[in-house]
């Protein structure tokens, strides 16, 4: 199948004033400025097929946000190309605009005084929607996110989990075929996190939609994302699936046991974590840990020996902290 | 077409936000009538002094005053409130939603808002200019009303795009909220005809900010003075400028980095 989106050594660089603290320095500003070429993109190419839900991580500042950013066509690239459904997104042609969609969890574009149902209104005479077809889409949205009670109350006096699903539904009362969201559930609290991924999921599901998410909870990437493309400093990191990520980058394991009265210097058998009461919580690495297990059950009497691997979030905190020397 | 439907749709959520807050009604009642007492006072102090100013009397002055309060209102019920959400929303990186529809982004961003209660100038600046006709002995022809009414929408264009312009500088330089400012400032000189004013002064108010053709000249229309080539000027200088602002917006929206989330 031929991929959706497709960028190829996409760059963007900004031109950055940047000056030293103080008085002085700012007065000097006024008659010569210092720039600094920031490349917050660093030719990353990737591809995605029609109907992926692809998680794109990465730390604060990594460039994930200017990525989507060019791909909805609203930055130019510096340089590489770029293309979505077919089309050059900076070129913002019509067509192009009416079948994507940008979801951003820190801004908002329904009117702040008005009910959610006047500002859908105007979504509808912006994509020039069919009346039957904004209603049907519209009453099946409210009804999967069940605001059905909300969506005539002012935006103002709503929560910010509630608002955000407003947001939603305006964003895709169109029925894009491409989704870009950037931090969807921010700010939001667990429940509410699930609603709004069990809703993207239903989407993607009844239209076959693609999906680039950021997000800087775990829990969204894993319950959404099956592939992820990680970023870090501009460059690309990893693409792949999220266990070939977890696999490639979790290099310990942790080992907890019932130390069971033995008392033994926990650290020959690898970093002590925690020693608490009579449980004992080691950090092992990956190749290590089966020799580390049979050790502790041949060499003293532990009970209620664990493996488990290391959370997700740890692993992709490694994963950032290691940085671009571990890319092949 | 399209453009026509958008237009009203963003102009029917503009009047119901304004429907939210009645009490910005009253307050805008009290704002121009105060205005339009100290306009009358000006005129009538000027007046018992002098029979007449650059070749304009009394009820001819009134007729300026009434485009002028009209004029102002419209300002500030379409065109200023559009613009000065744009300059916020540049400054702030904050366009990305209007840049991600499919429409036009000039037309998008001219027409998103809408202060209704502005319309109370407009109302006032009608009767005024009503009162000043009724007491004219000059007959007004057909000829005279589409002259004024064109000049009046050249005039409303001209002040869109000099804001449009400034506006789009924010791309560069950021802040220019102080521009607002002195526009207003410059604005007020369009109450007196821009004859009166020095060469200098009436060069500024006809070609950098076009403050004689949005005022002035439909009140020239009005009272018999306007010349064909000042009309063929009017309209080459609002086509010139409207071809120019949207070059700078194009350009401008191509430099647009947006801010970081």
Redesign the interface.
Same mark, same amino acid.
């Given at each position: 199948m031929p991929s959706v989106i497709s960028i190829s050594k996409l760059a963007k660089h900004?031109q950055v004033p940047e000056r030293e603290a103080g008085l002085k320095a700012a007065a000097m500003g006024l008659i010569k400025r210092r720039y600094k070429n920031v490349k917050a993109v660093d030719e990353i190419s990737f591809d995605i097929q029609p109907g992926e839900v692809v998680g794109f991580l990465g730390p604060n500042?990594a460039g994930k946000?200017?990525t989507l950013?060019m791909l %909805?066509?609203?930055?130019?690239p510096t340089s590489g190309s770029t293309s979505v459904l077919g089309y050059e997104p900076a070129k !913002?042609s019509? +067509?192009?605009?009416?079948q *994507?969609?940008?979801v951003?969890?820190? !801004?908002n574009?329904l %009117?702040w +005084?008005?009910p959610a149902l006047? %500002?859908f209104?105007?979504q509808r005479? *912006?994509? %020039?929607i069919p009346r039957d077809d904004f209603k049907r889409t519209r009453d099946e949205f409210i009804e999967l996110l069940e605001v059905g009670d909300l969506v005539q109350k002012?935006v103002r006096n709503l929560s910010l989990g509630e608002r955000m699903k407003m947001e939603i539904i305006g964003a895709l009362l169109h029925k894009p075929k491409i989704l870009f969201l +950037?931090?969807p559930t921010l700010g939001l609290d667990v429940t509410m996190q699930k609603r709004i991924r069990t809703f993207v999921a239903e989407y993607n599901k009844r239209y076959g939609a693609t999906v680039l998410l950021t997000s800087h909870y775990m829990a969204d990437v894993e319950a959404l994302c099956k592939r992820v493309v990680v970023i870090h400093h501009g460059k690309l990191l990893f693409d792949g699936d999220l266990s070939k990520l977890v696999e490639k980058f979790s290099a310990f394991k942790t080992v907890g046991f019932t130390a069971n009265g033995s008392s033994a210097d926990w650290s020959q058998y690898g970093d002590v974590v925690s020693v608490e009461g009579g449980r004992v919580t080691l950090r092992v690495p990956k190749e290590k840990t089966s020799a580390v297990t049979s050790r502790l059950l041949n060499e003293l009497a532990v009970d209620d020996l664990t493996v488990e691997t290391a959370p997700i979030e740890d692993v992709i905190e490694s994963v950032f902290s290691v940085g671009k020397d571990i890319v092949e | 077409m399209n453009g026509l439907r958008l237009a009203f749709n963003y102009l029917r959520i503009g009047i119901m936000n304004e429907f939210q807050y009645r009490a910005n009604l009253y307050i805008q009642i009290l704002q121009t009538f105060i205005a339009l007492g100290t306009g009358l006072i000006g005129l009538n102090l000027v007046f018992s002094q002098t029979s007449e100013l650059g070749g304009w009397n009394r009820t001819e002055l009134l007729a300026v005053m009434g485009v002028f309060i009209m004029m102002g209102g419209i300002i500030r019920a379409a065109i200023q409130p559009n613009m000065e959400r744009l300059m916020e929303e540049i400054r702030q990186g904050l366009l990305d939603f209007a840049l991600t529809k499919p429409a036009d982004a000039q037309l998008l961003i001219s027409i998103r808002e809408f202060r209704l209660w502005q319309l109370v100038d407009v109302i006032t600046g009608l009767v005024v200019l009503g009162v000043a006709l009724s007491q004219m002995n000059w007959l007004i022809g057909v000829w005279s009303v589409l002259a004024f009414f064109s000049a009046l929408v050249m005039g409303a264009v001209m002040i869109y795009c000099f804001w449009l312009i400034v506006t789009s500088t924010a791309f560069w330089f950021v802040r220019v909220h102080e521009i607002a400012n002195l526009f207003e400032g410059l604005y007020a000189a369009g109450r007196w005809p821009v004859g009166i004013y020095p060469t200098w002064l009436r060069m500024a108010l006809t070609f950098i900010i076009p403050v004689a053709f949005a005022v002035t000249v439909p009140a020239e229309a009005l009272t018999g003075r306007l010349s064909l080539q000042t009309w063929l000027g009017a309209l080459a200088l609002t086509i010139t400028l409207f071809i120019a602002s949207r070059a700078l917006l194009k350009f401008g929206l191509k430099s647009y980095s947006g801010a970081s989330a």
């Amino acid at each position: 199948m031929p991929s959706v989106i497709s960028i190829s050594k996409l760059a963007k660089h900004y031109q950055v004033p940047e000056r030293e603290a103080g008085l002085k320095a700012a007065a000097m500003g006024l008659i010569k400025r210092r720039y600094k070429n920031v490349k917050a993109v660093d030719e990353i190419s990737f591809d995605i097929q029609p109907g992926e839900v692809v998680g794109f991580l990465g730390p604060n500042g990594a460039g994930k946000t200017t990525t989507l950013k060019m791909l %909805s066509g609203l930055l130019h690239p510096t340089s590489g190309s770029t293309s979505v459904l077919g089309y050059e997104p900076a070129k !913002r042609s019509h +067509d192009f605009l009416r079948q *994507i969609t940008l979801v951003m969890g820190n !801004r908002n574009q329904l %009117s702040w +005084d008005l009910p959610a149902l006047d %500002s859908f209104d105007l979504q509808r005479a *912006i994509y %020039s929607i069919p009346r039957d077809d904004f209603k049907r889409t519209r009453d099946e949205f409210i009804e999967l996110l069940e605001v059905g009670d909300l969506v005539q109350k002012p935006v103002r006096n709503l929560s910010l989990g509630e608002r955000m699903k407003m947001e939603i539904i305006g964003a895709l009362l169109h029925k894009p075929k491409i989704l870009f969201l +950037d931090e969807p559930t921010l700010g939001l609290d667990v429940t509410m996190q699930k609603r709004i991924r069990t809703f993207v999921a239903e989407y993607n599901k009844r239209y076959g939609a693609t999906v680039l998410l950021t997000s800087h909870y775990m829990a969204d990437v894993e319950a959404l994302c099956k592939r992820v493309v990680v970023i870090h400093h501009g460059k690309l990191l990893f693409d792949g699936d999220l266990s070939k990520l977890v696999e490639k980058f979790s290099a310990f394991k942790t080992v907890g046991f019932t130390a069971n009265g033995s008392s033994a210097d926990w650290s020959q058998y690898g970093d002590v974590v925690s020693v608490e009461g009579g449980r004992v919580t080691l950090r092992v690495p990956k190749e290590k840990t089966s020799a580390v297990t049979s050790r502790l059950l041949n060499e003293l009497a532990v009970d209620d020996l664990t493996v488990e691997t290391a959370p997700i979030e740890d692993v992709i905190e490694s994963v950032f902290s290691v940085g671009k020397d571990i890319v092949e | 077409m399209n453009g026509l439907r958008l237009a009203f749709n963003y102009l029917r959520i503009g009047i119901m936000n304004e429907f939210q807050y009645r009490a910005n009604l009253y307050i805008q009642i009290l704002q121009t009538f105060i205005a339009l007492g100290t306009g009358l006072i000006g005129l009538n102090l000027v007046f018992s002094q002098t029979s007449e100013l650059g070749g304009w009397n009394r009820t001819e002055l009134l007729a300026v005053m009434g485009v002028f309060i009209m004029m102002g209102g419209i300002i500030r019920a379409a065109i200023q409130p559009n613009m000065e959400r744009l300059m916020e929303e540049i400054r702030q990186g904050l366009l990305d939603f209007a840049l991600t529809k499919p429409a036009d982004a000039q037309l998008l961003i001219s027409i998103r808002e809408f202060r209704l209660w502005q319309l109370v100038d407009v109302i006032t600046g009608l009767v005024v200019l009503g009162v000043a006709l009724s007491q004219m002995n000059w007959l007004i022809g057909v000829w005279s009303v589409l002259a004024f009414f064109s000049a009046l929408v050249m005039g409303a264009v001209m002040i869109y795009c000099f804001w449009l312009i400034v506006t789009s500088t924010a791309f560069w330089f950021v802040r220019v909220h102080e521009i607002a400012n002195l526009f207003e400032g410059l604005y007020a000189a369009g109450r007196w005809p821009v004859g009166i004013y020095p060469t200098w002064l009436r060069m500024a108010l006809t070609f950098i900010i076009p403050v004689a053709f949005a005022v002035t000249v439909p009140a020239e229309a009005l009272t018999g003075r306007l010349s064909l080539q000042t009309w063929l000027g009017a309209l080459a200088l609002t086509i010139t400028l409207f071809i120019a602002s949207r070059a700078l917006l194009k350009f401008g929206l191509k430099s647009y980095s947006g801010a970081s989330a």
